[in-house]
T-cell receptor, first 116, second 112 residues
Framework: GNSVTQMEGPVTLSEEAFLTINCTYT??????LFWYVQYPGEGLQLLLK?????DKGSNKGFEATYRKETTSFHLEKGSVQVSDSAVYFC???????????????FGQGTILTVHP | EADIYQTPRYLVIGTGKKITLECSQT?????MYWYQQDPGMELHLIHY???????EKGDLSSESTVSRIRTEHFPLTLESARPSHTSQYLC???????????FGQGTRLTVV
């Protein structure tokens, strides 16, 4: 079955530091890949996405590239801010139908805390 | 801005009570999902629906039930709440198989 593995957290950084959160996946077919962010007490918000190999998703200074050869989708940001403190989830959606029917498979989440 | 709404946002209820968590979306999406999020943050799919009158159990066994009588509405019901049901419940919808899902703000349920 499909699975997503994220680097273990929590991650604590100073403001303006470089961020990387690793994500690798296993999937049948050709999944779409996503990063979601969850702020305290809220639901999940889509941060960025990529639908095919070598696509780069980007939003609000965050980037991730769909690497089929390494089955990875690492999240990066060059300079984090205090307001980026949240929980980040890597996810995939299988497009092949069958028993998955487009449901999202999530990683375990990574807590990011950014200090001033 | 996602047009998917969950009510209530917070609910504290006694053991044995029947509860319904509401989820509505105005995007016309056929596919809808319920996830349970445990305190360790992991998300577990408990129910999904491909369209009206279609519902399926998810990956995590749940004592809850769902219905899908209208495209926009996907309520989740617990006939007899127990403390083990204490969790955050997230509803989501999506347009197609490989597109992103839009999430509601969640319902945080506490059963005492």
């Amino acid at each position: 079955g499909n699975s997503v593995t994220q680097m273990e957290g929590p991650v604590t950084l100073s403001e303006e530091a470089f961020l990387t959160i690793n994500c690798t996946y296993t999937a049948t077919g050709y999944p779409s890949l996503f990063w979601y962010v969850q702020y305290p007490g809220e639901g999940l918000q889509l941060l960025l996405k990529a639908t095919k190999a070598d696509d780069k998703g980007s939003n609000k200074g965050f980037e991730a590239t769909y690497r089929k050869e390494t089955t990875s989708f690492h999240l990066e940001k060059g300079s984090v801010q205090v307001s980026d403190s949240a929980v980040y989830f890597c996810a995939l959606s299988d497009s092949t139908g069958g028993t998955s029917y487009g449901k999202l498979t999530f990683g375990q989440g990574t807590i990011l805390t950014v200090h001033p | 801005e996602a047009d998917i709404y969950q009510t209530p946002r917070y609910l504290v209820i006694g053991t044995g009570k029947k509860i319904t968590l509401e989820c509505s979306q105005t995007m016309g999406h056929d596919k809808m999902y319920w996830y349970q999020q445990d305190p360790g943050m992991e998300l577990h799919l408990i129910h999904y629906s491909y369209g009206v009158n279609s519902t399926e159990k998810g990956d995590l066994s749940s004592e809850s039930t769902v219905s899908r009588i209208r495209t926009e509405h996907f309520p989740l019901t617990l006939e007899s709440a127990r403390p083990s049901h204490t969790s955050q419940y997230l509803c989501a919808s999506k347009r197609a198989l490989n597109t992103e899902a839009f999430f509601g703000q969640g319902t945080r349920l506490t059963v005492v």
